[in-house]
């Protein structure tokens, strides 16, 4: 089964549910080996051997919501919350484009602290600056996406964590499924480059389900797609339930590459989380961006979505160098410029 469908993503066929479901379920070795390579050739191929690093800033972690599986929930109480004054996220922003990122990551709980008047005035003056922005800031009316939109924002982040519906409102409580996907909806009708993105590993997950969550990247034509492994808090319902596989992660991130092929693919924190070496791997299976934080050492620890999170004692030149580090040490090299989206006609 795997071979079948191994061929057909070497043909540069379309794969359906059943194909992406057999190629997730490759066999430790030669077919895990396969895919990765067919992975690695695709990337080459559409993205090239340009890493593109995005800056992140992560200026708040108060939060509204209740995900089950994230540290930074509003039930949690012993979290200390913080948040960066405007006028500090934009000197944050500026020494990253000193540091030489062509794109700043705003990211955030969702926090109504930020109206989005503000949001939109930060926006402002870091497009001054001559970067791409991308916003990471949860769920807001279509409104409030539109100024943002009108301020220079050119991508948003918005991950559907999960293409299973019924998972989904177990794991949100007072959230929908469908009120997620009308946002992607109005992100994309407002003309951003859209990030979606979901957690490998849930609990309950199948793989069934994870090859819905590729197809739903599909639908959306995403230009960018966030994957990485559940990490389990011990301050959140989930706290007893196993992480997710990392080798399940790598085969989701190669299929991606095969079901997605113009996406950009980053190699997520969780990945380097969960093994020391887990992005250097993600790179060579079909990742072609990382996400360097730049969110200044005293707030690192408090932004823990998930425990271990790495580079929490770094500070943003330590990630900015060690990373200029990693992609050569692997034979690629730092994307210049934006790095927008590889799509052949951009939105
Ligand atoms: N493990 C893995 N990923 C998580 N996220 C939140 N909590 C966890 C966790 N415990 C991810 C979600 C969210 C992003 C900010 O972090 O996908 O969108
Ligand atoms: Fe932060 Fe390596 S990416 S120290």
Redesign the pocket.
């Known amino acids: 089964e795997f071979a079948a469908s191994w061929q057909r993503a070497a043909a540069g066929e379309e794969l359906d549910r059943e194909d992406i479901v057999n190629l997730l379920a490759a066999a430790p070795g030669e077919e895990e080996e396969a895919l990765y390579r067919l992975a690695d050739g695709v990337r080459a191929r559409m993205a090239g051997d340009e890493v593109h690093l995005r800056g992140v800033i992560e200026f708040s972690n108060y939060c509204r919501r209740r ?1 089950c ?4 929930r509003a039930d949690n109480a012993r979290l200390h919350r913080y948040r960066l004054m405007p006028e500090d996220i934009v000197a944050v922003a500026r020494q990253g484009v000193e540091l030489g990122y062509g794109t700043i990551v705003l ?1 955030s709980g969702e926090d109504p602290w930020y109206t989005a008047p503000v949001l939109a005035g930060i926006v402002r003056e870091i497009k001054k600056m001559g970067v791409a922005v991308t916003l ?1 800031v949860g769920e807001r009316p279509r409104e409030e996406y539109a100024l943002w939109r009108e301020a220079g924002a050119d991508r948003y982040l918005l ?1 559907h ?1 999960t293409a299973n519906e019924e998972l989904y409102a177990r794991l949100h409580p007072g959230m929908s499924w469908q009120e997620r996907l009308q946002c992607l909806q109005w992100l994309r009708e407002l003309g951003y480059q859209v990030g979606s ?3 490998i590993g849930l609990p309950g997950q199948t793989l069934a389900d994870l090859a819905d969550d590729l197809l739903l990247l599909r639908q959306l034509d995403v230009e960018m797609a ?1 994957l ?6 011990p301050a ?1 319902p ?1 706290a007893g339930e196993p992480a ?1 596989s990392l080798e399940l992660t790598y085969r989701v991130v190669a299929t991606a590459r095969l079901v997605i092929p113009f996406a950009h693919l980053p190699a997520t924190t ?1 990945v380097g989380t969960l093994a020391p070496n887990g992005r250097q791997k993600a790179l060579q299976r079909g990742a072609n961006v990382i996400m360097p934080n730049l969110t200044p050492t005293r707030y690192r620890a408090d932004y823990q ?2 425990p271990n999170k790495i580079c929490i004692n770094e500070g943003p030149e330590d990630c900015r160098y060690c990373l200029e580090g990693m992609v050569r040490a692997l034979g690629r090299r730092l994307g210049r410029g934006p790095g927008h989206t590889l799509k052949p006609i951009p939105a």
Do not use: D, V
Request: with cysteine.
């Open positions: 995900c599986y994230c540290g930074l990211q990471c991950k964590e993105g979901n957690i966030g990485g492994p559940f990490i389990p808090h959140t989930l997710g969780a979505i998930y």
